[in-house]
């Protein structure tokens, strides 16, 4: 926004000795320092004011920092779940409408060759966790209760290792891969 209102006040010739002009000419001439003599300005003929090339490449260059960050911070932050419904964009169809599409989407909670994807079990009980589980050839190993978190009902899981969505080895038919988890009880 800094950046369009600069381009607009160069455009219309604002006087720079004036205060608010002066003081987003020096705020975003320091952000676009890095940008200053990249290409020369151009004179629009009507109003015989320069359009800084440099101020556009600026707000070109800082967007597509801000949507990287924004990306980055969005993939951290959701869960594998989330994560697995926006590349599938067929999710809001029926389910026997998108299982052709659902086939080819790789989804982190199924079996994926040599291996497989650690489910989200967070906030289950431990029945439910161990079905979950259990049909992804896991099994669930509880290792302990946790009463530092007072707003969960006692008896679901708080928190697991490995986390959700990480890739573990399958074993064999007789060693299924564990997931540890910690139950909440009452404080």
């Known amino acids: 926004m ?5 381009l607009l006040l160069k455009l219309i010739g604002a006087n720079p000795n004036n205060f608010f002009a002066g003081f987003l000419y020096g705020l975003s001439g320091l ?3 890095p ?4 290409a020369p300005s151009l004179i629009i003929p009507p109003l015989n004011q320069p359009l800084e090339i ?5 707000m070109f260059i800082y967007f597509l920092i801000f949507f990287m960050i924004a990306r980055f911070l969005k993939i951290l932050i959701s869960s594998p779940e989330s994560y697995k419904e926006e590349l599938d964009p067929e999710s809001h169809k029926a389910p026997n409408e998108r299982a052709f599409a ?13 291996y497989r994807g650690v489910p989200n079990l967070q906030k289950l009980d431990l029945f439910t966790a161990a079905e979950r589980a259990s049909a992804l050839g896991m099994r669930v190993v509880p290792v302990g209760e946790v009463s530092t978190y007072p707003n969960i009902a006692p008896g679901l ?4 290792n490995p986390m959700p969505g990480t890739l573990v080895e399958s074993k064999d038919s007789n060693g299924k891969p564990e997931i540890q988890v910690y139950l909440s009880r009452r404080p």
């Open 35 to 38: 940008f200053s003599g990249i």
């Open 54 to 58: 440099s101020t556009l490449v600026g």
């Open 2 to 6: 800094i950046f369009l209102t600069r």
């Open 31 to 33: 952000l676009l320092f």
């Open 102 to 114: 659902s086939n080819l989407t790789i989804d982190t909670t199924e079996k994926t060759g040599l």
């Open 157 to 160: 899981i708080v928190s697991q």
